[in-house]
Nanobody
Framework: VQLQASGGGLVQAGGSLRLSCVAS????????MSWFRQAPGKEREFVAT????????YHADSVRGRFTISRDNAKNTVYLQMNSLKPEDTAVYYC?????????????????WGQGTLVTVSS
């Protein structure tokens, strides 16, 4: 499967962005989907994950209450709504998918990755 992320850009602190990630193929609903991010000079970190059906989500403490992950299986798309953005949210954001249904925050456990989209939050 191929993942294509989009929606990044430059935004002022306090602003909002919505990232999208479209998957190719007809098996999107069988993947647990997540968002990760990587800031310059830092390791890739978990942001949020959503189960296959979309019934359950889990967000990292650093974004909980500000970011929301969702998915539309009919459109083969997973979203990340980001509100109240902070300069420390600046990073390249990646969508990722894994065949297992279990929640996992370790990037090494993911089978598929998008190319990343840059989010820059100015102060």
């Amino acid at each position: 499967v191929q993942l294509q992320a989009s929606g990044g850009g430059l935004v002022q602190a306090g602003g909002s962005l919505r990232l999208s990630c479209v998957a190719s193929g007809r098996t999107f609903s069988t993947y647990t989907m997540s968002w990760f991010r990587q800031a310059p000079g830092k390791e890739r970190e978990f942001v949020a994950t959503i189960t296959r059906s979309g019934d359950n989500t889990y967000h990292a403490d650093s974004v909980r209450g500000r970011f929301t992950i969702s998915r539309d299986n009919a459109k083969n798309t997973v979203y990340l709504q980001m509100n109240s953005l902070k300069p420390e949210d600046t990073a390249v954001y990646y969508c990722a998918g894994r065949n297992s249904g279990a929640v996992n925050t370790n990037p090494a456990s993911y089978d598929y990755w998008g190319q990343g989209t840059l989010v820059t939050v100015s102060s």
